[in-house]
């Protein structure tokens, strides 16, 4: 220890206030909050309880606002722009059925990496692309029964395929490819399909059989229900709503001219389209330094591209890591967001840094050590043993309900009382948003204890924390464990 490894630290992500119906009591029309509402209902990706940056975020981009959210890891910071652009969709589907027949880019979602690309769109496979065709039926019955499917693309590099032109062997390949994952043959693969489906690495096409056919053919057209456009080909003929791309391929396609169409069709729809254009950059704080200043200069080819003024694009910034430590810190910050996006000077963008719970006044009683000591972390951890562990842990420890009848019934009880008792109240202070060594932490919650009695105590302490959920399944203490090693060079 010291050498080769330290001792690990723990770290919790911040919790955040929600609100009760949030959706409901929004400042945005009653039109709108019916269509979240029955997607919130239909439970596809829009929640009855959100947190209060996230229903913020709503508002502001309704109303045209630039906007800025920095939040903790798992603080629901991709939903502070795809309820935007459902709503800016939603909006033109509603007020320009005419326009919202076009072809064109509406958001433009850029990534710095293709591993979060793809979790994007794994997300809009479940939300717009449901295997049950459940947003479909309520896009169409908010919006019109002829309205056209939204529809979302990956290009990116493993975008399937480079190319001026489709390739029947290249087709065919990839045919066999998406046969063999979305089109299982036997009961065997049924069920490695259903997983890939549930976790939304399918491709999101109405009627996949019949998508494969034509690629058979080298023919790239997506059905009209279609959510997703799969191949490079089928998005340079058919423009998606939704664009998910990377810095790097944005920058080749405002180039090439193979892209070209993509671009024309935008163009033209920004002529008479009300709606801004959307224009997200995830991880923001990541484009600083040379980085920063080419993706700038890439905004302006963007907007020179398309023909249209700053005040055109509506920007949502994503990001974990901001400084807000002082009134200097938010000049920088927002300094920083003009220079990126282009923005004239004095441009005011929303800063959203989210609403954290308040614990420090909740912790009431105490535990004495020998509870803890008293009970195994490896039983808490297995589930078929954890009901009668915590119980044990619980009985005759004031204002507890133990014992309890089920795990469900103990972990929801614990995600509404656990705060309350002083040795776990502790841990959640120290560690939500910081990174605590084990040491440390022990040390402070049981600082009258030996440290191996009081190391052990609290491994006990954080196995009960993890399982603190309520019916919805929010964890409230989500911990995580950094382990550090120094790397030895050489080998055999």
Same mark, same amino acid.
């Given at each position: 220890?010291g050498?080769?490894?330290?001792?690990?630290?723990?770290?919790?992500?911040?919790?955040?206030? %929600?609100?009760?119906?949030?959706?409901?009591?929004?400042?945005?029309p009653?039109?709108?909050k019916?269509?979240?509402?029955?997607?919130?209902?239909?439970?596809l990706g829009v929640y009855?309880?959100p947190?209060?940056h996230?229903?913020?975020?709503?508002?502001?981009?309704f109303?045209?606002?630039?906007?800025?959210?920095?939040?903790?890891t798992?603080?629901g910071?991709?939903?502070c722009?795809?309820?935007?652009?459902?709503?800016?969709?939603?909006?033109?589907?509603?007020n320009?059925?005419? %326009?919202?027949? *076009?072809?064109?880019?509406?958001?433009?979602?850029? $990534?710095?990496?293709?591993?979060?690309?793809?979790?994007q769109?794994?997300?809009?496979?479940?939300?717009?692309g449901?295997?049950?065709?459940?947003?479909?039926?309520?896009?169409r019955?908010?919006?019109?029964?002829?309205?056209?499917?939204?529809?979302f693309?990956?290009?990116?590099?493993?975008?399937?395929?480079?190319?001026?032109?489709?390739?029947?062997?290249?087709?065919?390949?990839?045919?066999?490819?998406?046969? #063999?994952?979305?089109?299982?043959a036997? *009961?065997?693969?049924?069920?490695?399909?259903?997983?890939?489906?549930?976790?939304?690495?399918?491709?999101?096409?109405?009627?996949?059989?019949a998508?494969?056919?034509?690629?058979?053919?080298?023919?790239?057209?997506?059905?009209?229900?279609d959510?997703?456009?799969?191949?490079?080909?089928?998005?340079?003929?058919?423009?998606?709503?939704?664009?998910? %791309?990377?810095?790097?391929?944005?920058?080749?396609?405002?180039?090439?001219?193979?892209?070209?169409?993509?671009?024309?069709?935008t163009?033209?729809?920004?002529?008479h389209? *009300?709606?801004?254009?959307?224009?997200?950059?995830? #991880?923001a704080?990541? $484009?600083k330094?040379?980085?920063?200043?080419?993706?700038?200069?890439?905004?302006?080819?963007?907007?020179?591209?398309?023909?249209?003024?700053?005040?055109?694009?509506?920007?949502?910034?994503?990001?974990?890591?901001?400084?807000?430590?002082?009134e200097?810190?938010?000049?920088?910050?927002?300094?920083?967001?003009?220079?990126l996006?282009?923005?004239?000077?004095?441009?005011?963008?929303? $800063?959203l840094r989210?609403?954290? *719970?308040?614990?420090?006044g909740?912790?009431?009683?105490?535990?004495?050590?020998?509870?803890?000591?008293?009970?195994?972390?490896?039983?808490?951890?297995?589930?078929?043993?954890?009901?009668?562990?915590?119980n044990?842990?619980?009985?005759?420890?004031?204002?507890?309900?133990?014992?309890f009848?089920?795990?469900?019934?103990?972990?929801?009880?614990? $995600?509404q009382?656990i705060?309350?008792?002083?040795?776990?109240?502790?841990?959640?202070?120290?560690?939500?948003g910081?990174?605590?060594?084990?040491? #440390?932490?022990?040390e402070a919650?049981?600082?009258?204890?030996?440290?191996?009695?009081?190391?052990?105590?609290?491994?006990?302490?954080?196995s009960?924390?993890?399982?603190?959920?309520d019916?919805?399944?929010?964890?409230?203490?989500?911990?995580?464990?950094?382990?550090?090693f120094?790397?030895?060079?050489?080998?055999?």
């Open positions: 220890e050498l080769l490894y330290k001792k690990p630290y723990i770290e919790s992500s911040p919790i955040y206030k %929600t609100v009760k119906d949030g959706i409901l009591k929004s400042k945005i009653e039109w709108l019916k269509f979240f509402h029955e997607l919130s209902e239909a439970g009855s309880s947190f209060t996230q229903i913020k975020a709503l508002e502001h981009a109303n045209g606002n630039d906007i800025c959210v920095s939040t903790g798992g603080s910071k991709t939903e722009f795809t309820w935007p652009v459902l709503a800016d969709i939603a909006c033109e589907a509603h320009s059925p005419d %326009t919202w027949q *076009e072809r064109g880019i509406r958001a433009v979602i850029m $990534y710095p990496m293709n591993a979060l690309v793809s979790d769109v794994s997300r809009l496979r479940k939300l717009i449901d295997h049950n065709g459940r947003f479909l039926r309520i896009f019955e908010n919006f019109g029964y002829n309205s056209r499917c939204p529809q693309g990956m290009y990116t590099g493993r975008t399937p395929y480079p190319g001026r032109e489709p390739k029947t062997p290249e087709d065919r390949k990839l045919e066999k490819t998406l046969r #063999e994952i979305a089109l299982p036997d *009961e065997s693969k049924e069920k490695f399909f259903r997983t890939l489906l549930a976790e939304g690495k399918i491709p999101a096409k109405s009627n996949m059989a998508f494969l056919k034509r690629l058979h053919d080298s023919e790239h057209t997506p059905d009209y229900d959510a997703e456009l799969v191949t490079r080909f089928e998005m340079q003929k058919y423009c998606p709503d939704i664009l998910i %791309t990377n810095y790097s391929m944005l920058e080749y396609m405002l180039l090439r001219p193979i892209e070209a169409k993509i671009w024309d069709s163009k033209k729809l920004l002529e389209r *009300e709606n801004k254009i959307l224009f997200i950059i995830d #991880e704080h990541m $484009y330094g040379s980085a920063g200043g080419e993706t700038a200069l890439l905004i302006r080819r963007f907007m020179h591209k398309l023909n249209i003024s700053r005040e055109k694009v509506q920007f949502i910034l994503p990001t974990a890591s901001m400084p807000d430590s002082s200097q810190n938010r000049i920088n910050v927002m300094n920083f967001l003009n220079d996006t282009s923005s004239p000077d004095g441009k005011k963008f929303i $800063y989210g609403d954290q *719970e308040d614990i420090s909740l912790a009431k009683y105490d535990i004495a050590i020998n509870k803890f000591t008293s009970c195994s972390s490896e039983r808490l951890e297995t589930a078929e043993y954890q009901l009668e562990e915590l044990k842990f619980w009985i005759g420890i004031t204002n507890s309900k133990a014992p009848e089920s795990i469900e019934s103990a972990c929801e009880w614990l $995600y009382n705060a309350q008792y002083k040795p776990f109240n502790k841990v959640f202070k120290l560690c939500r910081n990174a605590v060594s084990l040491n #440390e932490i022990a919650v049981f600082p009258d204890t030996d440290i191996n009695t009081a190391l052990y105590g609290l491994c006990v302490l954080l009960i924390s993890v399982l603190a959920r019916v919805n399944g929010s964890v409230l203490f989500p911990a995580r464990i950094h382990m550090l120094k790397g030895i060079k050489g080998g055999l």
